[in-house]
């Protein structure tokens, strides 16, 4: 188990407890999505956390497979499917190159507060055009610290990581993202900013 997975698995029932800090945001970005997607369409997210955003999206497509590295998330996620009856969201521990789903499979994929965390960002956009139908959507969500003042995090990451108190966070910029979308086989359909500093980019890019 790595640094980032034990980090998430201890947060795992506190994050399930606190609220969303930006509703209003939240629901757009729901909003947003569910134009894109339709009954017959299969979809997947990865860094799914404890399942909130697929158990609202599960009502408008066939099927969810939500993927995370943290076990401890998923058993949440699992928990309140049942609870609501929700039979068509797969919960598996998983990162998106360990998934290994079939070539031109999926319709939608979603990366919402992911991109970020991870150290391998180029592979996994890569992995998210290769596993798209042509014409498929991805839907993202990624906080561009380098657009901001946090930016200067970049120097405490490791000592963070190191007590436990912070998980992999890698700094880029909005026109960083931008070009790895770009040079990842897709087109940008839309975009807005939030947050800090307008710091985060909700991106839909659809595959050429």
Excluded at 22 to 46: A, C, G, P
Excluded at 86 to 103: G, K, P, Q
Excluded at 129 to 155: E, Q
């Amino acid at each position: 188990m790595n640094i980032s997975e034990k980090f998430w698995n201890k947060k795992a029932e506190g994050y399930a407890k606190s609220p969303i800090s930006d509703e209003e945001t939240y629901k757009r970005k729901l909003t947003e999505t569910q134009i894109l997607l339709e009954k017959k369409m299969r979809l997947l997210e990865f860094g799914c956390g404890t399942g909130t955003t697929a158990m609202h999206h599960a009502p408008h497509v066939l099927h969810i497979d939500a993927i995370d590295i943290s076990e401890n998330m998923l058993d949440i996620g699992r928990e309140k499917a049942n609870k609501a009856s929700v039979e068509n969201i797969t919960f598996t521990r998983s990162t998106l190159i360990e998934f290994n789903a079939d070539a031109a499979s999926l319709d939608v994929v979603l990366g919402l507060n992911v991109l970020h965390l991870l150290p391998d960002r180029q592979s996994v956009l890569t992995e998210v055009a290769r596993i798209l139908k042509p014409g498929g959507v991805f839907v993202s969500s990624t906080a561009c610290l380098g657009n901001s003042y946090l930016r200067f995090i970049k120097p405490i990451v490791p000592l963070g990581k190191l007590l436990g108190i912070m998980p992999d966070v890698y700094v880029l910029t909005k026109s960083d993202l931008a070009s790895e979308v770009h040079n990842s086989g897709f087109t940008i359909e839309r975009q807005w900013h939030h947050g800090i500093k307008d710091a985060v980019v909700f991106m839909v890019a659809r595959k050429l």
